[in-house]
């Protein structure tokens, strides 16, 4: 017995010494994939980089060293959006801020992103660290593998872009931007070239699932370019893409113009079988629907330098091409030349295009549109967002001369790099290849609609999150495509201070969840076809309540088609919402419907419209495997009797709406008998709420809690702003326990916010029948008042007949759904007639009571016509115990009492 400690320690020693041993043997692992990228990325052959990386990170993710490579690598990728980028480098910038050039590359990552601010603080902030160097500190860190070598000119550069980028975004061209995915893959896909009849979109690829050979390019590990083509189809759209087998070789071949023949296509073409060597310019003929074999371009454009695009005029005299040369006119890195045909055929010596075009940083991918009057091309300087822009330029094609020059909106230039821009003859479409976040991967083929609005608004969102007891905590804020179910954007920010700035293109419904430890969730729903200008800027800042009994929550993005639930676009915010629910399993939650103003509807009508969208909330609710035992069962819905804005705002429509509450666990809403509506106590509790009204209020609440028929009246003005006090009163009585059925609201105009009690009135009004066309104002349908015998006699029956109801229920006999179907198939068959429906109590109880009671009898029978055309043919009212056809005091006679009646009208 005295030998198992011994035996215990000696197993630990091993244990620990196996883990040990294991450690050693993971980080020794790391640190040979550390040596490995740290080579690839001297020699920038990231895609290698990439792969030790991704490996690395699955055995070491919190290693800054290995995020950081990582972070280069999927940025300098040609098949990665470069933006992926950015998760690597915060994970980085977490464990340390000045980790080399960290604040470089979540400057470069936000500018992308276009969220100029963030990405100009952390320029900023490179740019303090990068002056603060000696010397010998700035060469012993371009030592480190993956440096920039960047200047403090090129820093100043960066920043000057984010602080104009910002208003550039605020100015978009309100165009259709489509992603021409047909023609696009994972890997990068440029140059597109349409011919001038429009019937046919040349473009250059790196796809391999169509081309001739498979070979991958040993300095990229990428395919090496092919020339593709599409052909329209006859009902306009671009047919599938096929390989340009005529002219294709084993090497790289790009499609950079066609003559407007369509005869004579020009390619860059680079010498030898690698993307490091520079390339030249070629030129193919088609000769009798013969393509010949690629030759250098018989015009005097080829040099010693690289070539890499042209772009020849209608006429075929003029060529406008792009070269590195060096000499005399040379205005800096890639410029811009122009070359003209003589009047003896020849062509004349190439001239730099000059400083109108040219800058001191790279011009590229001109284009001279058919109509020989304008030229577009790309550039990296002059008032470029970040990385090259499209230009346009008048331009006399004989003389030289230039008009102003014209920066591209957006959605045509980014902050990306945005390329080989070509318009149709007609002016109808563009097309250009980019690097998007919304992309396939790395160069995409984008094609802009001139003609067409696009639905799609840039949207500028600043976004704050406070809490309700001004604590700071993490929240997460998604933004969520209401119709692809995505999650576009998502952040943790911090409550109080923090701060959301993004910038996203959003079309129709998007919603906005946020979620934080302790708090309440909150859902919102921006709705972007209902704003006109195709720039939206929001300024949102966000309470949360902390969780509590009786608080409650709006959920705007449930959505329905004609009151069944849209599952396709309510499961984001039904999951969000259930996944809460999951970390409280000790509460109910009760599920509310709300309808937005309908002067087409009864107030009664849009009660039931609203009950049946809570039933199927709850039932989807189940189904996503929610616990029964988590839900308040019960179909509660209130119409417009609650909203959140008034009937002109412009967010009206978010009054069609669910909600959730927070109930006790086996929580049950009932009106009880038994309530004392005579007491005289009141409850002294302080409540912190308008100071000014707080005895008052504090006062109602005790009168209310002790008589379940007395109900708080709240007048406001019925501006926005009264409206918004008035449920701010509401507010503070939900969140001490008191049932919506005991509050409403009053519009009074000129009225300061007043409250006072009475004893419940239902909203609904005995004469609540609205003309189903508003076009009549309200007149009756006319029809014929005459009866025929069976109506007659059908009529007489239902109208004799009585609904029975068990004591102090509003539930009836499922026995007497063949008396009400019958009532529906006549109302079915005659739709001028209306059905009023009476509810009866005995006399048992406050009278007050009664008449709640008989109304709610009366509701639960009318219900079951909810559905037929024209609901408003349905009123209810109830006589409480005031009209009884047998004495109270027996059983059976209160029984006879609890019951229903029918009266037919013609409307």
Excluded at 67 to 84: E, W
Excluded at 354 to 375: A, C, D, Q, R
Excluded at 789 to 795: G, P, R, S
Aim: aromatic share 12%; proline share 3%; with cysteine.
């Amino acid at each position: 017995m005295k030998n198992y400690p011994i035996i215990n320690l000696i197993f630990l020693l091993l244990l620990c010494y196996n883990v040990s041993a294991q450690n050693k043997q993971t980080t020794g692992k790391v640190k040979k994939q550390l040596k490995e990228a740290e080579t690839y990325l001297k020699l920038e052959e990231y895609h290698f980089v990439e792969e030790e990386m991704m490996d690395a990170v699955k055995i070491a993710p919190s290693d800054s060293l290995c995020q950081y490579y990582l972070g280069i690598a999927v940025f300098n990728s040609p098949t990665k959006n470069r933006v992926d980028a950015l998760s690597h480098f915060e994970l980085t910038y977490e464990k340390d801020n000045n980790f080399r050039q960290i604040n470089y590359w979540l400057g470069k990552n936000y500018q992308l992103l276009h969220e100029f601010k963030k990405a100009e603080a952390f320029y900023e902030k490179e740019k303090a660290l990068f002056t603060s160097l000696s010397e010998d500190q700035l060469k012993e860190k371009k030592k480190f593998p993956g440096y920039v070598d960047y200047s403090i000119a090129e820093l100043d550069r960066y920043i000057d872009q984010c602080k104009r980028g910002y208003s550039f975004m605020a100015e978009v061209d309100d165009k259709l931007l489509l992603n021409l995915s047909l023609a696009n893959t994972y890997l990068p896909d440029i140059t597109p070239i349409i011919t001038v009849d429009g019937q046919r979109l040349y473009f250059t690829s790196h796809r391999q699932d169509i081309s001739s050979h498979h070979e991958l390019d040993p300095h990229d590990q990428l395919p090496y370019q092919d020339v593709f083509y599409m052909d329209r189809r006859e009902d306009g759209f671009w047919g599938t893409p096929k390989e340009f087998k005529e002219i294709n070789t084993d090497e790289h071949d790009a499609a950079i113009a066609l003559s407007s023949d369509g005869k004579q296509l020009f390619l860059y073409r680079s010498v030898g079988a690698s993307t490091n060597n520079p390339g030249d310019i070629y030129e193919v003929h088609n000769n009798n629907g013969t393509w010949t074999e690629p030759q250098p371009v018989s015009a005097p454009i080829n040099s010693g330098a690289m070539e890499t695009h042209m772009s020849m005029s209608s006429d075929g005299n003029v060529i406008i091409f792009t070269s590195n040369r060096e000499g005399e006119g040379s205005q800096g890195m890639q410029d811009l030349y122009i070359i003209r045909k003589l009047p003896n055929g020849e062509w004349a010596m190439p001239q730099n295009m000059g400083n109108k075009i040219n800058t001191s940083l790279n011009e590229e991918s001109p284009y001279i549109h058919p109509n020989g009057k304008t030229l577009y091309f790309s550039s990296q300087g002059h008032n470029s967002i970040g990385g090259y822009d499209v230009f346009r330029v008048d331009i006399d094609l004989k003389s030289g001369t230039l008009g102003e020059l014209e920066q591209l909106k957006y959605p045509v230039n980014s902050a990306s790099d945005d390329l080989f821009y070509v318009m149709s003859s007609d002016g109808s479409e563009s097309y250009f290849s980019s690097v998007r976040e919304e992309g396939m991967g790395g160069y995409d083929i984008y094609c802009v609609k001139n003609n067409e609005h696009n639905r799609r608004k840039v949207l500028f969102l600043t976004t704050q999150v406070n809490t309700s007891d001004h604590r700071k905590v993490k929240a997460t804020v998604k933004l969520i495509n209401i119709k692809t179910q995505e999650v576009e954007k998502e952040e943790v920010i911090l409550s109080q201070d923090g701060k959301i700035e993004w910038m996203h293109r959003c079309a129709g419904d998007y919603g906005i969840e946020i979620t934080a430890e302790d708090y309440m969730f909150k859902s919102d729903r921006i709705d972007f076809d209902t704003f006109k200008e195709p720039t939206v800027t929001l300024d949102i800042t966000y309470d949360l309540q902390r969780f509590d009994l009786n608080k409650s929550e709006p959920l705007f993005n449930v959505y329905f088609d004609d009151s069944e639930i849209n599952m396709s676009t309510s499961r984001s915010e039904l999951n969000a919402f259930k996944e809460f629910t999951d970390k409280y399993p000790d509460y109910s939650f009760e599920i509310v419907g709300h309808s937005d103003f309908d002067d087409s509807k009864s107030k009664l009508v849009q009660e039931f419209e609203s009950k049946t969208k809570t039933m199927e909330t709850l039932e989807a609710l189940s189904t996503l495997g929610m616990s029964s035992e988590n839900l308040v069962s019960e179909n509660i819905g209130y119409g417009s009797k609650f909203p959140l804005y008034i009937a002109s705002s412009f967010t009206h429509w978010k009054n069609n709406r669910m909600e959730y509450i927070i109930r006790p666990k086996g929580y049950k809403k009932i009106v009880s008998r038994a309530s004392d509506c005579s007491a005289v106590s009141y409850d002294q509790a302080s409540y912190d709420f308008v100071n000014d009204h707080e005895s008052v209020l504090a006062s109602l609440l005790s009168e209310l809690k002790q008589c379940a028929y007395l109900e708080l009246v709240v007048t406001h003005d019925g501006t926005q702003d009264g409206l918004d006090r008035a449920n701010e009163i509401l507010k503070y009585f939900e969140d001490n326990g008191i049932n919506r059925e005991q509050l409403s609201t009053k519009i009074k105009v000129g009225s300061n916010a007043t409250v006072n009690l009475r004893y419940i009135q239902d909203q609904v009004a005995e004469d609540g029948y609205v003309n189903y066309d508003p076009n009549h104002d309200n007149e009756e349908v006319a029809s014929a008042t005459t009866k025929s015998t069976e109506d007659l006699a059908f009529e007489s029956r239902i109208e004799n007949l009585t609904i029975q109801f068990p004591f102090g229920s509003e539930s009836f006999d499922a026995k007497e759904n063949e008396i009400l179907k019958e009532i529906k198939d006549y109302l079915i068959l005659n739709s001028n007639k209306s059905l009023q429906i009476t509810g009866h109590t005995d006399s048992t109880g406050p009278e007050v009571y009664n008449d709640y009671l008989g109304l709610q009898r009366a509701k639960s029978i009318a219900f079951f016509f909810k559905d037929i055309e024209n609901p408003n043919r349905i009123t209810v009212k109830s006589k409480g115990e005031m009209e009884p056809i047998a004495s109270n005091a027996t059983r059976e006679g209160r029984y006879e009492n609890r019951r229903i009646q029918f009266k037919f009208n013609v409307k």
